[in-house]
C-alpha cells in the first residue's frame, strides 16, 4: 500500500507532500535489484521501518555500494543517483520545498546538497525515537498523521521563506529569467546567488535547469508517445543536443534509453543486470584489479 498527501497546512510553505509505504506493493517478475533516481531539485526525509538501510553505489558499474542508514535525508541535486531496489521497503517519508533545511535540520540547503546525509548527524537526540515511534504506529495513515505532527513541533513558532527567494521560485516555474528576478529583488547577483543556495541547495541557474529537465519528464509521462524534440523545445531547450548533453547530465543515461526502460514512475528507472556488466566492462582495467585487491 502507498499513500500520500498534502501536509497540514502550517507545513505547506515547507513540506510538498508526505508519503508512506508498508512495502506490500505488487512488483513486476523482472524488477531490477537497483534503479537511478532523477533529480527534482527538492529534499527528502526518509524513515526506513525494516532492518535494511538505504544502500548507494557510487555508479551503475559499483557492485559494493555503501550503507547510508534507516533514517536518512536526501540533500537537493542535480544529477542521479544508484540504489538498491532489491527487496520491498516498509518506509515514511516526505518531500521538503525550498527554505525547509535551515528551519529542520539547522543546516543551510547548499551544505546538504548532492548527497546523503544520515538523520542522526542532525536530530542525535531524537532521530532514533522518531522512527520507533513511527514504527509502533503500523498504519501507514497513523504514520502519516504522526511525521505530520512531528514535523510541525520542529518549525519555529516565527519563520518563513526570504521574500526574494520565494518570488525566485514562484517566477521560475514559468519564466526562468535569473537576470530580471535578480533586478526585481533589489539583490547584487552575488548576494541572491548565496541567499537562494543556503534556502534550496543548488544555485538559480542549475534549479532552472533541473526544472527545464522535468517539463520534458512531465511531457514524456504525460504524452508517451510524443517526440523528444518536440517535448524539449516545448520546455526550453534551444535545440537537439543542447537537450541530449542536459539529459545525460541529470539522468545518466540517454533519452533514448530512459525511453527503453519505460519506468512506471518517471524519476525512478530500473536499471537491468545487463547495463551493470557493460558498464563494468567499460572500465578501466586497473580499477577491476584494485577491487580484486580489496576483496
Known amino acids: 500500500m502507498y499513500l500520500q498527501r498534502q501536509p497540514r497546512p502550517s507545513l505547506r510553505p515547507f513540506v510538498r507532500t508526505l508519503w508512506a509505504s508498508n512495502g506490500t506493493e505488487p512488483q513486476p517478475p523482472d524488477a531490477a535489484r537497483r534503479e537511478r533516481v532523477l ?22 558499474a559499483d557492485s559494493a555500494g555503501r550503507a547510508v542508514g534507516r533514517a536518512v535525508v536526501g540533500g537537493a541535486r542535480a544529477s542521479c543517483y544508484v540504489r538498491e531496489v532489491s527487496s520491498p521497503t516498509w518506509s515514511v517519508g516526505a518531500q521538503l520545498c525550498a527554505g525547509a533545511s535551515q528551519l529542520l535540520f539547522g543546516m543551510p540547503a ?8 544520515a538523520l542522526d548527524d542532525l536530530w542525535p537526540r ?12 503500523r498504519r501507514p495513515e497513523r504514520q502519516l498523521d504522526l511525521l505530520d505532527a ?45 541567499l537562494f543556495r543556503r534556502a534550496v541547495g543548488l544555485s538559480p541557474k542549475r534549479y532552472c535547469r533541473v526544472l527545464r529537465f522535468q517539463r520534458v519528464l512531465d511531457r514524456v509521462a504525460a504524452e508517451p508517445t510524443a517526440a523528444w ?19 545525460r547530465e541529470f539522468a545518466g543515461i540517454t533519452p533514448g534509453e530512459y525511453r527503453r526502460v519505460s519506468p512506471r514512475v518517471a524519476h525512478h528507472v530500473a536499471i537491468a543486470e545487463v547495463d551493470f556488466l557493460q558498464d563494468r566492462r567499460r572500465r578501466p582495467r586497473y580499477m577491476h584489479a584494485m577491487e580484486g585487491a580489496s576483496q
Open 126 to 137: 531524537s532521530a532514533a525515537r522518531i522512527r520507533e515511534q513511527l514504527h509502533e504506529a
Open 229 to 247: 524534440a518536440d517535448s524539449a523545445l516545448v520546455a526550453g531547450y534551444s535545440d537537439q543536443p543542447h537537450f541530449n548533453r542536459d539529459f
Open 110 to 117: 547548499d551544505e546538504l546538497a548532492d548527497r546523503h546525509t
Open 39 to 60: 533529480p527534482t531539485g527538492d529534499m527528502h526525509l526518509v524513515f526506513r521501518l525494516g532492518d535494511e538501510p538505504l544502500r548507494l553505489f557510487d555508479d551503475v
Open 150 to 194: 512531528l514535523l510541525e513541533a520542529r518549525l519555529p513558532t516565527v519563520r518563513g521563506l526570504h521574500p526574494a527567494v520565494a518570488h525566485a521560485l514562484a517566477h521560475f516555474r514559468t519564466a526562468p529569467d535569473i537576470r530580471a528576478v535578480v533586478v526585481a529583488t533589489g539583490y547584487s547577483h552575488r548576494g541572491f546567488t548565496a
